[in-house]
C-alpha cells in the first residue's frame, strides 16, 4: 500500500541531499526503490480520476518542499535542493509534516494561505482543526490549496512556452471570458511598430469601432513596472485607443499600477496569479481531473408547512 502523503516529505528531501539537479521523473521512480514500493502499489491509482497516486504524492512532495523553500528550481521543471534543506537534514529531524512545514517556514504558511480566508492563523493546520472547523469547511480549505498548487504548475507551463505562444493564449483567454464577437477578426494577435508595442486586439463590434488592445508580457522573474506601463499608453495613444489590458506572467510593481490609472485611458492589469485564476474559472488550459456534488438535506420536502 501507499503510505500517506506526508511520508513522502522526508525521503523526497533525503533523495534530494547529494546536491544533483533532478526532475520529478527522477525522484519518482528514486523514492519507489528507496520506500521498498511493490509493483502492486505502484500500480495504485486515484479513484475515479486515474492518476497514478505515487507520482501524484511525489509531485506534491516537490510544491510543499520548495514553497517552503528547501528545494529551489535553477531552470524550469528542474529541482535541486537549498542550504535550508541541507541544513534540515543535517537537524537530524526525523518527520517532515505539514504542520512543522507551517510552523517554520512562512513562505509555505503563505502558500497554503493564499486568497484564504480573513482572520485565520497562518500556523494553523486546517487538516488538524476537526473541533473548529465542519467538513464543508476542510472541503473548501483543501479545494483552495489544489487551487494554489494548480496556479503554480499553470505559471510554470507558461513560462516555458514562447512568447508568441504566450500572446495566443491571452487573447484565447479574453475570447472566452466573452470579449470580442462571433464576426471575423474579432481576436487576433498583432504586432504593431509604436513605441512599446500592440501584442493583439479585441474588435467589440463588427465595424471595429470599439476596440480593446492587449500587451502581453511572457516575463517569469521580471516585474513590470512604470516604464512599461507608460511605453503601453504611447502605444494606446498612437492608435488612438481608450481601453488596454496589459497581461504578464509575473507581477506589476505599485507604481506600475499607479501609471495604469493615470490619466483618461482605462487600463486593467492582469498579473501571473490573475492570470491563472482566469484560466481555471474559463476552462483555459486545464482539464476537470474530479468533481464532487455535495447535497444537503431539504428541510422544506420534510416540513412544508414550516416553509
Same mark, same amino acid.
Given at each position: 500500500?501507499?503510505?500517506?502523503?506526508?511520508?513522502? #516529505? #522526508?525521503?523526497? #528531501?533525503?533523495?534530494?541531499?547529494?546536491?544533483?539537479?533532478?526532475?520529478?521523473?527522477?525522484?519518482?521512480?528514486? #523514492?519507489?526503490?528507496?520506500?521498498?514500493? @511493490?509493483?502492486?502499489?505502484?500500480?495504485?491509482?486515484?479513484?475515479?480520476?486515474?492518476?497514478?497516486?505515487?507520482?501524484?504524492?511525489? @509531485?506534491?512532495?516537490?510544491?510543499? =518542499?520548495?514553497?517552503?523553500?528547501?528545494?529551489?528550481?535553477?531552470?524550469?521543471?528542474?529541482?535541486?535542493?537549498?542550504?535550508?534543506?541541507?541544513?534540515?537534514?543535517?537537524?537530524?529531524? @526525523? !518527520?517532515?509534516?505539514?504542520?512543522? =512545514?507551517?510552523?517554520?517556514?512562512?513562505?509555505?504558511?503563505?502558500?497554503?494561505?493564499?486568497?484564504?480566508?480573513?482572520?485565520?492563523?497562518?500556523?494553523?493546520?486546517?487538516? !488538524?482543526?476537526? !473541533?473548529?472547523?465542519?467538513?464543508?469547511?476542510?472541503?473548501?480549505?483543501?479545494?483552495?490549496?489544489?487551487?494554489?498548487?494548480?496556479?503554480?504548475?499553470?505559471?510554470?507551463?507558461?513560462?516555458? +512556452?514562447?512568447?508568441?505562444?504566450?500572446?495566443?493564449?491571452?487573447? +484565447? =483567454?479574453?475570447?472566452?471570458?466573452?470579449?470580442?464577437?462571433?464576426?471575423?477578426?474579432?481576436?487576433?494577435?498583432?504586432?504593431?511598430?509604436?513605441?512599446?508595442?500592440?501584442?493583439?486586439?479585441?474588435?467589440?463590434?463588427? =465595424?471595429?469601432?470599439?476596440?480593446?488592445?492587449? +500587451?502581453?508580457?511572457?516575463?517569469?522573474?521580471?516585474?513590470?513596472?512604470?516604464?512599461?506601463?507608460? +511605453?503601453?499608453?504611447?502605444?494606446?495613444?498612437?492608435?488612438?485607443?481608450?481601453?488596454?489590458?496589459?497581461?504578464?506572467?509575473?507581477?506589476?510593481?505599485?507604481?506600475?499600477?499607479?501609471?495604469?490609472?493615470?490619466?483618461?485611458?482605462?487600463?486593467?492589469?492582469?498579473?501571473?496569479?490573475?492570470?491563472?485564476?482566469?484560466?481555471?474559472?474559463?476552462?483555459?488550459?486545464?482539464?476537470?481531473?474530479?468533481?464532487?456534488?455535495?447535497?444537503?438535506?431539504?428541510?422544506?420536502?420534510?416540513?412544508?408547512?414550516?416553509?
Amino acid at each position: 500500500m501507499i503510505p500517506p502523503f506526508q511520508n513522502y #516529505l #522526508l525521503p523526497f #528531501l533525503r533523495f534530494m541531499a547529494d546536491g544533483k539537479t533532478r526532475k520529478i521523473v527522477d525522484v519518482i521512480n528514486g #523514492l519507489a526503490s528507496t520506500m521498498n514500493l @511493490s509493483e502492486e502499489d505502484l500500480s495504485e491509482t486515484l479513484d475515479n480520476s486515474g492518476k497514478n497516486r505515487h507520482a501524484d504524492r511525489c @509531485s506534491w512532495a516537490k510544491t510543499y =518542499l520548495s514553497k517552503a523553500g528547501l528545494i529551489r528550481f535553477p531552470k524550469r521543471a528542474n529541482f535541486v535542493i537549498t542550504a535550508d534543506g541541507q541544513k534540515l537534514l543535517a537537524s537530524g529531524i @526525523s !518527520e517532515i509534516s505539514r504542520r512543522y =512545514l507551517l510552523e517554520n517556514y512562512p513562505s509555505f504558511g503563505a502558500f497554503i494561505k493564499k486568497k484564504g480566508k480573513k482572520g485565520k492563523k497562518n500556523n494553523v493546520d486546517k487538516t !488538524e482543526q476537526n !473541533e473548529e472547523d465542519t467538513p464543508l469547511e476542510r472541503m473548501e480549505e483543501a479545494y483552495k490549496e489544489y487551487t494554489n498548487k494548480t496556479i503554480d504548475d499553470l505559471l510554470d507551463s507558461i513560462k516555458g +512556452q514562447t512568447p508568441q505562444f504566450f500572446e495566443n493564449l491571452v487573447v +484565447q =483567454l479574453l475570447v472566452k471570458m466573452g470579449y470580442g464577437g462571433d464576426f471575423e477578426d474579432s481576436a487576433k494577435v498583432t504586432q504593431y511598430s509604436c513605441d512599446g508595442g500592440i501584442d493583439g486586439v479585441i474588435k467589440e463590434d463588427a =465595424l471595429g469601432l470599439d476596440r480593446i488592445y492587449i +500587451q502581453a508580457k511572457r516575463w517569469s522573474d521580471k516585474v513590470v513596472g512604470a516604464p512599461d506601463i507608460q +511605453q503601453f499608453i504611447g502605444a494606446l495613444v498612437n492608435v488612438g485607443a481608450t481601453k488596454g489590458i496589459y497581461i504578464t506572467a509575473s507581477h506589476f510593481s505599485e507604481a506600475a499600477r499607479k501609471a495604469a490609472r493615470t490619466g483618461h485611458l482605462k487600463i486593467v492589469l492582469i498579473d501571473g496569479e490573475q492570470l491563472a485564476r482566469y484560466m481555471i474559472e474559463y476552462g483555459l488550459g486545464v482539464i476537470t481531473a474530479r468533481s464532487f456534488e455535495v447535497k444537503r438535506l431539504d428541510f422544506g420536502y420534510f416540513h412544508p408547512e414550516e416553509e
